[in-house]
């Protein structure tokens, strides 16, 4: 499995299609934001929580397809449903291998781009908190979503619409969490719900992608 792990890690950074490619949405979509909305430092201390979770959330929308997607086209997710490795550990691998290309640089840079929002200060600690819970159900989701869509040529707006309403918990928990965060709240009630969502996708989904997967496979 491990194998496994830093074959998915070396494909992502070498195709281009990991953490540079969300990352600069991310970077895109938070730059343009003040252009859209107008330099009102209020405006923007009021929006920023929202914006920055609703750009993590789609940044990781754009490597979905690809999770399964390759591997299915040169053949190799038919030799790993045969390997001894089962296809619900495969499904958590790809899962975690989104996770470390795609959620943990966007968790690693909201602060910076919270600087260009105005960020309220005291919103950081739960800003950063907040997307280190969240991101790997986004992962999860995703990677139960790519495996229902796989095998289905220009399958990615298909599955923008499978996972986006399964984000909105996620999505929802986190922004409340950083909005408590930065007007001094304690945020720890969405924060508990936002790692109860995470745990729950970890625990459940590699199991129905593994089940789509079988589906899709024969």
Known sequence: MTGLLRRDLALAVRAGGGFGLSLAFFLIFATLVPFGVGPATMVLETIAPGILWLGALL??????????????????????????????????????????????????????????????????????????????????????????????????????????????????????????GAEGQDATTPLLLLAGITLGSLAILPFAAAAALRVNLR
């Open 59 to 180: 940044a990781c929308l754009l490597s979905l397809d690809r999770i399964f997607q390759l591997d299915w086209e040169d053949g190799t997710l038919d030799l790993l449903a045969t390997a001894p490795v089962p296809l619900e550990g495969v499904a958590a691998i790809k899962a975690l291998s989104h996770w470390i290309t795609t959620g943990l640089p966007l968790v690693l840079a909201a602060p910076v781009l919270g600087l260009l929002l105005n960020l309220p200060l005291p919103a950081y600690p739960w800003l950063v908190a907040s997307l280190a819970l969240g991101t790997p159900a986004l992962s999860a989701i995703g990677t139960f979503g790519a495996a229902l869509t796989v095998g289905i040529k220009r399958g990615g707006l298909l599955l923008s619409l499978l996972v986006l309403p399964l984000y909105v918990p996620t999505l929802i928990f986190g922004a409340l969490a950083v909005i408590r």
